[in-house]
């Protein structure tokens, strides 16, 4: 069993920043991407950001400039600076993993449980 446990969400007053960080355990194998999806009530889930096994990160245009992802091998953790804070950023933030369990074999993407960002005006 592969779990992806999140923290560091909650409540913000715009321009302030908060620091989300995601942890994976279990059989997590080899970690290729990670990284952070949002969703807001009737929208769909959308990428934010993410970060390859080799560092190559890509982020949501509606971000870039703001929010900073990181990852730490060692602890196969992920982290999501997020800084300037608007009120649009308000959602759920879902970390998802995608992992390998062989070399050769498929990729499985897993999901966290969510943790909720939520920023005042």
């Known amino acids: 069993q592969v779990q992806l446990v999140e923290s560091g969400g909650g409540l913000v007053q715009a321009g302030g920043s908060l620091r989300l960080s995601c942890a994976a355990s279990?059989?997590?194998?080899?970690?290729?991407?990670i990284g952070w999806y949002r969703q807001t009530p009737g929208k769909q889930r959308e990428l934010v950001a993410g970060?390859?096994?080799?560092?190559?990160?890509n982020y949501a245009d509606s971000i870039k400039g703001r929010f900073t992802i990181s990852r730490d091998n060692a602890k196969n953790t992920v982290y999501l600076q997020m800084n300037s804070l608007k009120p649009e950023d308000t959602a759920v933030y879902y970390c998802?993993?995608?992992?390998?369990?062989?070399?050769?074999?498929?990729?499985?993407?897993?999901w966290g449980q969510g943790t909720q960002v939520t920023v005042s005006s």
């Open positions: 970060i390859s096994s080799g560092g190559n990160t």
């Open positions: 279990g059989s997590t194998g080899s970690i290729q991407d």
């Open positions: 998802y993993a995608n992992l390998k369990k062989r070399v050769d074999g498929p990729t499985f993407r897993y």
